[in-house]
Every structure is written in C-alpha cells, then in structure tokens.
C-alpha cells in the first residue's frame, strides 16, 4: 500500500501562483509514476501532470502546459505542482496519485490516490 496526502490548495486571483504538494508513505516511492488530476463540481476528473520515476520525464495536459511545472523529490517522498498563471478554470480539488512503470494520462492506470485539495481560483 502507498498513502499519499496533498496539501497547499486554498484561494488564489487569477493570474496568482500556488504550489501543492504531495507526501508519501509506504511502498518504494522513488520506483513509481506520480501523476496529478483534478476534479470540478458536475465534471469528470481529469489529467493534470505526471512524472516518471526519474524526475527527468514529464507530461501535461494541454490546457496547464506552460504554465503549470510538476517536479519531485525521491528523498523526501513528495511530489510538487507549481501552479502559476492561475485562471478560474483552474478551480478543482486536485489529486495526486502513483502507478506503477509507464508515464499515464488516464486515471484508472493509477493505483492509489489522495484524497485531495481544494484549489480555488478568484475572478
């Protein structure tokens, strides 16, 4: 099993940064994929970021790209979401959560799951 808990959202103006962050705990975290989604009210979750187990590999959904920067840190156990830019439409609870192997896009390839943070976006 692997427990992850993000922290960091809260209330941000448009055009404001914000970094959440993710800490995990019990299997080998260095050896898994981290991947960050997101969650509006009346809509499905969907793919935010991912990270290879390298730190070296990343992918972003279109609508963060260049503006959101995930990254991660193998000896504190914690994966990190730079969100600048910030635009309403950004509003959700973020997730993050672990898969093993393959960098993914789709939320069943990931195994376990945050229970997340709320991130709101001011107009």
């Known amino acids: 099993q692997m427990q992850l808990v993000e922290s960091g959202g809260g209330l941000v103006q448009a055009g404001g940064s914000l970094r959440v962050s993710c800490a995990a705990s019990?299997?080998?975290?260095?050896?898994?994929?981290l991947g960050w989604f997101r969650q509006a009210p009346g809509k499905e979750r969907e793919f935010v970021a991912a990270?290879?187990?390298?730190?070296?590999?990343?992918i972003y959904a279109d609508s963060v790209k260049g503006r959101f920067t995930i990254s991660r840190d193998n000896v504190k156990n914690t994966v990190y979401l730079q969100m600048d830019s910030l635009k309403p439409e950004d509003t959700a609870v973020y997730y993050c959560?672990?898969?093993?192997?393959?960098?993914?896009?789709?939320?069943?390839?990931?195994?376990?799951w945050g229970r997340g943070t709320q991130v709101t976006v001011s107009s």
């Open positions: 019990g299997r080998t975290f260095s050896s898994y994929v």
């Open positions: 990270i290879d187990w390298t730190g070296a590999n990343t």
């Open positions: 959560a672990a898969k093993p192997l393959m960098l993914s896009y789709v939320p069943r390839d990931y195994n376990y």
